[in-house]
């Protein structure tokens, strides 16, 4: 989330969309160091990236989930991980659809 693949426009058109109506899209320098700092926790804790449905959060329900999620054991974060993947792909075939 509001990672660097993101801030060089590197990330797809849907990811863009979806982060940009959650407020990623317009950072502090503040914010964008707090993001910075714990998706690096985040992804050194468990291996991968932290994922959200952006769509469902605004960044300060994102920063408050990634805070929380970051305590989770390894086991739950992969389950709730999934269950978020779930979520966009579900969203973003229902956009696909009409």
Request: net charge positive; charged share 30%; glycine share 6%.
């Amino acid at each position: 989330m509001a990672g660097r693949l993101a801030r060089e426009g590197r990330s797809t058109a849907a990811s863009r969309s979806e982060q940009g109506s959650a407020g990623l899209d317009n950072l502090t320098s503040h914010e964008v160091a707090r993001f910075d700092s714990l998706n690096s926790a985040y992804r050194e804790r468990f291996g991968f990236p932290f994922v959200i449905c952006a769509r469902e959060h605004d960044k300060d329900s994102i920063l408050s989930e990634l805070s929380r999620r970051a305590a989770n054991q390894r086991a739950t974060e992969i389950e709730a991980a999934l269950s978020e993947i779930a979520k966009i792909a579900r969203l973003r075939l229902r956009d696909a659809i009409g």
